[in-house]
């Protein structure tokens, strides 16, 4: 029986050789740090608030269709509620 050291594998037919964290990677083949890796494009976020029920929330949607809150999900999330007319005095 073999004891482990770190840095060494223990090779099986088949499987590739561990290398150790100061060995350089094998050609072809980055290191995953800095010149190797292409990086993803950066996509905004959004704040939306919900003018009826005040809910606020992120999203990658430039205009979302309704409110994210379960409760609300009104598609009217960006309009203010209309106060209604005041009543008519009564016709003597």
């Known amino acids: 029986m073999s004891t482990f050291e770190p840095g060494i594998a223990t090779t099986r037919p088949g499987w590739p050789e561990t290398r150790s964290k100061d060995q350089a990677p094998p050609p072809g083949q980055g290191t995953g740090e800095g010149e190797d890796m292409v990086k993803a494009p950066e996509i905004p976020w959004y704040e939306h608030s ?24 009104s ?17 003597p």
Request: charged fraction near 20%; hydrophobic fraction near 20%; charge should be positive.
């Open 75 to 91: 598609p009217y999330w960006d309009r203010p509620r209309r106060m209604s007319p005041a009543p008519r005095p009564p016709i």
């Open 50 to 73: 919900c003018s009826r029920c005040g809910y606020v929330w992120y999203s990658r949607t430039a205009y979302p269709s309704t409110c994210a809150y379960t409760g609300c999900r």
